[in-house]
């Protein structure tokens, strides 16, 4: 793979809140560790993306449109392929001493989503077509963030290079075949495909808030609730007489004896 060299991004480009946040990037993918588990996670989103574009070019009846899915498809499982290759020569290469970090950051430095669970098979041409430029510009924009923050891994840099290349590509090939199966409602199509995104982002982002919630309260009720039944307890303990006594007198039972 090529160190070097420059790709054509007509419909990606450099958004300036990723050119913002480069030097947070460059924190995330400075860990050799960090690194090869983020490519381990890359791999098996690009494989689960590889399939759902199969599924695609089986489903789709429009030629053009299958020939271009099943070329995708092969793209997406070539960039898996090469992250888990990648990941394997980064983790092989670390001192077996080493202190590994198992944070990856995924919040601050993601890849791409893949197509985030949705069912290609009940999408129209036009609604999948959207969500792959969208999805695909995304990573592309990622991409570039990371190739510039790679410059002392220049295998890895490479590597992402290459990947660009291909993002571009398909980028660039779903937007125009949007533009031809419904030129007329085609940003119709990417505004209600950016809406269903931003939508699953919440609902990440507010299954994590909850998750933090919960375990705040959670350590708030352990630290307070607990101590209070302990001291109950105690001080219900302290009212007890030591030893055995007797559970009723003779005198009170019904029968005088338990025989």
């Known amino acids: 793979m090529a160190a070097g060299g420059k790709v054509n991004l007509r419909l990606v480009g450099r958004p300036l809140v990723d050119r913002l946040l480069q030097p947070i990037h460059w924190w995330v993918w400075s860990d050799p560790n960090r690194r090869a588990l983020k490519l381990g996670g890359f791999s098996a989103t690009e494989a689960d993306s590889g399939r759902d574009m199969a599924q695609a070019a089986e489903s789709t009846s429009d030629p053009v449109l299958r020939r271009l899915y099943i070329r995708h498809a092969l793209d997406e499982q070539k960039h898996s392929v090469w992250f888990a290759s990648r990941a394997r020569a980064i983790l092989g290469s670390l001192d077996e001493g ?32 959207a969500f792959l430029f969208l999805s695909e510009r995304k990573g592309a924009r990622r991409f570039l963030v990371y190739k510039d923050v790679l410059r002392s891994d220049p295998d890895t840099r490479g590597m992402f290079i290459e990947i660009i290349t291909d993002e571009a590509f398909h980028t660039n090939y779903t937007y ?55 001291w109950l307890a105690k001080r219900s303990a302290k009212r007890e007489l030591a030893g055995w006594t007797p559970s009723r007198t003779p005198e009170a039972s019904p029968l005088g004896t338990q025989y």
């Open 98 to 129: 080493a202190t590994r970090s198992a944070f990856q950051a995924n919040w601050f430095s993601p890849g791409e989503r893949g197509l985030d669970d949705l069912d290609v098979t009940r999408e129209s041409e036009a609604s999948l077509l």
């Open 176 to 230: 125009a075949q949007l533009r031809r199966v419904a030129p007329k409602a085609y940003w119709l199509h990417i505004l209600w495909a950016r809406l269903g995104i931003l939508w699953k982002a919440y609902l990440r982002l507010a299954a994590a808030i909850a998750g933090v919630m919960g375990g705040i309260l959670l350590t708030v009720q352990y630290f307070t609730l607990l101590p209070l039944f302990a």
